[in-house]
């Protein structure tokens, strides 16, 4: 279960490659709810706030930093 920015890159590091936000299409996704859904766990992670550990839109920015 991905809870902060840490294990999203460890999991990232695991699969290989990640595509966050989940697709009906069938694209692999670490993070498999959609930014604008509930989450399906209780979790910290929210999109589009801006917070480094917690924003799957700015850990994109980090890991390719």
């Known amino acids: 279960m991905i809870q902060n920015y840490e294990d999203f890159t460890e999991a990232l590091l695991h699969a290989g490659f990640s595509?966050?936000?989940g697709s009906a299409?069938?694209?692999y996704a670490i993070i498999?709810?959609?930014?604008?859904e509930p989450p399906?766990?209780?979790t910290p992670i929210a999109w589009h706030t801006g917070d480094?550990?917690?924003d799957p839109w700015q850990w994109r920015m980090r890991v390719l930093n």
């Open 19 to 21: 595509m966050a936000g």
């Open 52 to 54: 480094q550990a917690t």
């Open 25 to 27: 299409d069938g694209i």
């Open 32 to 36: 498999n709810w959609i930014w604008n």
């Open 40 to 42: 399906p766990y209780p």
